[in-house]
């Protein structure tokens, strides 16, 4: 089809339906190739361009088999390449979204740590600026309670793909079931880029720690069930009761994934035990938005970087673990917002940050080892690399000294039984950084300098390009404030390469910036008509959608 005109609005594509069109026994050949990083991939021959390797997480994916052209699911095939049924860009229609509930209940699944938050019904009044959103209770497991509201994205599924457990929980249950060599389940970790990397389909699989695969939409169906289930029962414990019917449930998307990847997360929900009329897809951007026009005076209290002022531009940089996602509003007055770039991100996110440390530890001690000791022992790897994010936190932008994480007593038996001490000494010391990196007895130091030049200045520098490719499209002098959100957003390196790099903008990190999405998602599912946009399939009315401000409803 012809592209319209600069002044043309472009025309609405039709869809037509129609039944099946693959049958299992007749599946198109198939070839498997490995490739440097020992991650297998299946290919589809009839597949012009493969599916590239996950190589930076603990799953391996699928090619899926080729669909009819534009094909969402067995029922609906689309005239043209690439269409897909538009759930809307911005977030799901809400025009059939029940308007009896007593909660909100928000999930935001992330690519490294997830986390649900809720409020009442009575509990938002945004015309009295009355907000009262609610976090999950601090995660624990075992012994142990890691006090944080966010728990790691993993979920352990038993032999038949039923729910075991998800979180700090699944980790733990993992490592015990290694520990006994016991396999007969599925344990998946870090697979929410799989629906960004590639275009998925319903059919998409992903494979677990242990070469098994499993439908993506299941993985993904049975960590909402999770959510929705430990949402009942704090609850229940609470002394309150409430049925299923109670509860409008928004899950959280990132804007840049495409049509298909939310069509699969709609499909997702509806597999937990979601319906239609209870259920609001919204996108992470919008909801940091919506949060964010509180700022002022909820969260930091400076009214000098208020952005719900007239005609105030700013600019809104998820910092996830896997990706950046980045969106540009303008406040217009009248309680209308206006969004002025399409959601743009890349896959540069604080997960990058531990895989160039893993590739910096190979060279030391050979990839071989490092993958026999993840393999052998789970749990000792999972700690020190919560304690390495958490220290890569408060790495100062400008002071050498030395960063310090405790070596787990397995490893150091592993040291001293297969190394020894005086060979990794001498390993170290003769290795590509010489004394900046250094063992003494249970502990290692990394040299602050090497964490920046090696680890943090490669995805700096992309995060950087992204917002300057923004900002020199747009050319506007008004665009005067970058907020950074997200739990990546905390890194006091990467806030001072954004402040260093934008001079002229004022560079805002509101206080838990790792939360404001999903309390933001809250908000919007009190509300879901704060967001209003024009006509879809015109490009130009797509970009100056408005979202009315909370004070306006």
């Not at 025309?11 to 339906?17: A, D, G, Q, S, T």
């Not at 242990?210 to 609850?235: G, H, L, P």
């Not at 699969?264 to 035990?273: D, F, R, W, Y």
């Not at 319906?275 to 919008?286: F, G, M, R, V």
């Amino acid at each position: 089809m012809p592209r319209p005109a600069n002044n043309q609005a472009e025309p609405v594509r039709n869809f037509r339906r129609r039944g099946p069109q693959l049958n299992e026994n007749k599946q198109p050949p198939q070839r498997r190739r490995h490739n440097d990083q020992h991650v297998e991939v299946v290919q589809d021959l009839n597949m012009p361009n493969p599916v590239q390797p996950n190589i930076d997480n603990d799953i391996q994916i699928e090619a899926p088999l080729p669909q009819p052209i534009g094909a969402v699911d067995d029922t609906i095939v689309f005239d043209e390449p690439n269409m897909l049924p538009n759930i809307n860009r911005y977030s799901i229609s809400t025009a059939m979204i029940s308007p009896d509930y007593k909660y909100v209940v928000a999930i935001d699944l992330g690519t490294t740590s997830s986390a649900y938050a809720y409020a009442k019904k009575e509990d938002i009044n945004l015309d009295k600026n009355q907000i009262n959103v609610l976090c999950n209770q601090a995660w624990g497991v075992g012994k142990h309670n890691y006090m944080k509201i966010k728990t790691p994205t993993s979920i352990l599924l038993d032999e038949n793909g039923e729910l075991d457990s998800f979180g700090y929980k699944a980790e733990y249950n993992y490592d015990k079931r290694v520990k006994d060599g016991v396999n007969d389940f599925y344990f998946f970790r870090n697979f929410k880029m799989a629906l960004y990397k590639n275009n998925p389909t319903s059919e998409m699989v992903i494979f677990d720690v242990n070469d098994r695969r499993m439908m993506v939409q299941t993985v993904f169906s049975k960590v909402i069930s999770a959510f929705m289930k430990e949402f009942i029962e704090s609850i229940t414990n609470s002394g309150n009761t409430i049925s299923s019917e109670e509860v409008r449930w928004v899950v959280t998307v990132p804007s840049i994934w495409s049509e298909a990847a939310k069509q699969i997360m709609k499909k997702c929900a509806h597999l937990a035990g979601i319906p239609d009329n209870q259920l609001i897809i919204a996108l992470e951007s919008e909801a940091a938005s919506i949060y964010c026009q509180y700022l002022h005076s909820r969260d930091i209290g400076d009214t000098a970087i208020s952005v719900s002022k007239k005609v105030t531009q700013y600019m809104v940089v998820d910092l996830g673990g896997g990706k950046v996602d980045i969106a540009v509003n303008e406040t217009l007055g009248n309680g209308l917002l206006r969004e002025i770039h399409r959601p743009t991100g890349e896959d540069c996110g604080g997960n990058l940050i531990n895989q160039s440390l893993v590739q910096e530890l190979s060279q030391i001690v050979g990839a071989s080892f490092l993958k026999d000791i993840k393999r052998r022992y789970p749990k000792e790897c999972f700690i020190i690399q919560r304690d390495f994010e958490a220290a890569m936190k408060c790495v100062d932008p400008f002071e050498e000294n030395k960063i310090s994480l405790r070596i787990p007593y397995v490893f150091l038996h592993i040291i001293r039984e297969e190394i020894n001490q005086e060979q990794m000494e001498q390993i170290l010391h003769l290795g590509p950084h010489g004394e900046k990196i250094t063992i003494e007895n249970d502990w290692v130091y990394i040299s602050s300098n090497l964490i920046r030049e090696r680890l943090f200045k490669p995805i700096t520098e992309k995060i950087c390009k992204l917002i300057m490719n923004i900002l020199f499209k747009i050319k506007n002098p008004r665009l005067t404030k970058i907020l950074l959100v997200g739990g990546f957003a905390d890194s006091k390196c990467i806030q001072e390469a954004v402040r260093k790099g934008f001079p002229s903008n004022k560079v805002i990190v509101p206080h838990e910036a790792d939360l404001c999405i999903i309390k933001g998602a809250v908000i919007l599912g009190h509300s879901p008509d704060l967001i209003q946009h024009g006509d879809k399939h015109n490009e130009r009315a797509a970009q100056t959608a408005v979202v009315k401000h909370p004070s306006q409803i």
